[in-house]
């Protein structure tokens, strides 16, 4: 059911013509290092790199408490083989859960939230009208928790780049993050890239 309910949510969203050059999108939805390896396995997407958004630059760092900041990931993808839309079908199916409040499995605190930080007009528009559309579905039981919100993208540490693929075994990754690929995988065969 919960994979009809998206594909007409995306089969609904306007289609754009894509540009020639590479976009990117900035994402948050708990812990950074599992949303970092979702999207590393989405055909399209040439680079992810986890950081910092909605702070300001001096907060921008895994200790700093309070920051404003979300664990967030900047995505930079080719238009031409994977749309924004379709990013968000996986952020929203997938990579995390988008009815947590401040939180996302173990990690709570307003750092896990889940939010879309549109780096132009147009995803801005398409997010809400995405969001909009899930909400008249009914996807989920309870109400869709994923703001809009603006500001910067800070690079985590380099200890946090590639956190899940340098550790694999380590039990936060294997008890969280890596059934999100493994959802990946089986819900969305031909966006997986192994």
Known sequence: MKALAFALVLAAAPASAAPAKAETAVLAGG??????SVFEHVKGVTDVVSGY???????????AADSGHAEAVKI?????QVSFARLLQVFFAVAHDP???????PDVGPSYRSAVFPQNEAQEAQAKAFIARLSAAHV???PIATRIEH???YPAEA?????????????YIVIND???????KRAYPNLYKG
């Open 140 to 142: 989920y039981k309870a």
């Open 31 to 36: 812990c950074f290092w599992g949303m970092e």
């Open 53 to 63: 958004a909605g702070g300001d630059a001096k907060n921008a760092h895994y200790e």
């Open 159 to 171: 200890y946090h780049q590639d956190y899940a693929r340098k550790h694999p075994l380590n039990p």
């Open 76 to 80: 930079t993808y080719d238009p031409a």
């Open 99 to 105: 009815t947590q409040v401040n939180r996302q499995g």
């Open 178 to 184: 890596r059934p999100k690929v493994a959802a990946l």
């Open 151 to 153: 500001g910067g993208f």
